[in-house]
Nanobody
């Protein structure tokens, strides 16, 4: 059974920081491209950041320079460090694992107050 469990969301003031974690089980974590997506109310889910099995990263333009994705293959965990948060970063953040299939976590709410 594949499980992706996100933690670390919460309420933070604009300019603050949060660190999201996603612990993965049931797949060979190190082979998967891992991604963080977000979905704000009334909007489509969008890619925030991704990291390949070789640790190559890519970011949405809106978060470049503020967010950092990383992975720890020994812990089957992917992280999203979010700094200089803005109210427009408010969304449910989802962890995704992608190789031959795509798996999703349940999501964690991030709310940034102005």
């Amino acid at each position: 059974q594949v499980q992706l469990v996100e933690t670390g969301g919460g309420l933070v003031q604009a300019g603050g920081s949060l660190r999201l974690s996603c612990v993965v089980s049931g797949i060979i974590f190190r082979l998967n491209t891992m991604g963080w997506y977000r979905q704000a109310p009334g909007k489509q889910r969008e890619l925030v950041a991704a990291i390949t099995s070789g640790s190559r990263t890519n970011y949405a333009d809106s978060v470049k320079g503020r967010f950092t994705i990383s992975r720890d293959n020994a812990k089957n965990t992917v992280y999203l460090q979010m700094n200089s948060l803005k109210p427009e970063d408010t969304a449910v953040y989802y962890c995704n694992a992608q190789l031959y299939d795509s798996y999703w976590g349940q999501g964690t709410q991030v709310t940034v107050s102005s």
